[in-house]
């Protein structure tokens, strides 16, 4: 089970107590990210992201929000694109990133890279664009 510092506890509280989900995971960037289950996310994002933009004017910074999926390669690909091709092997996963979604990738890499690690157990990450 994953333990969270003190800064990631505080950003899930105010997450959960705007949106009313739960959230699986966080990440901490110049952007906010969070993880929350697949079934639930219409509940965050609904009425044109009302609640996310209630949670930014809260905290001053972006918020994104990604779906869980229980397969990395769904999460990989609900996150960036059906598009991307990935290679999977020990552990390691190879992301081939298709030039339309280069843009979005860049930006988001770090938070991908550290979500594939914390939630599906992925060593390496590799991004190929």
């Known amino acids: 089970m994953r333990t969270f510092d003190k800064n990631s506890l505080h950003f899930i509280s105010l997450f959960e107590l705007v949106t009313g989900v739960a959230p699986i995971d ?15 996310i219409n509940i965050v994002l609904a009425k044109g992201r009302k609640k ?8 001053g910074k972006q918020v994104i929000v990604y779906p869980y999926f229980k397969t990395k ?8 694109s059906d598009r991307v091709k990935i290679k999977d ?3 390691s996963l190879k992301i081939f990133i298709n030039r339309l979604d280069n843009k979005k ?20 990450v590799l991004f190929r664009f």
């Not at 390669?73 to 960036?80: A, L, N, P, R």
């Open 105 to 124: 990738v860049k930006r988001d890499r770090e938070a991908i890279t550290s979500f594939l690690k914390r939630i599906y157990n992925v060593e390496n």
């Open 73 to 80: 390669e769904e999460f990989i690909k609900g996150v960036i």
């Open 89 to 91: 092997s020990d552990n």
């Open 26 to 40: 966080c990440v901490i960037k110049d952007i906010i990210y969070f993880v929350v289950p697949k079934e639930k």
């Open 52 to 59: 996310i933009k209630t949670l930014e004017k809260h905290i």
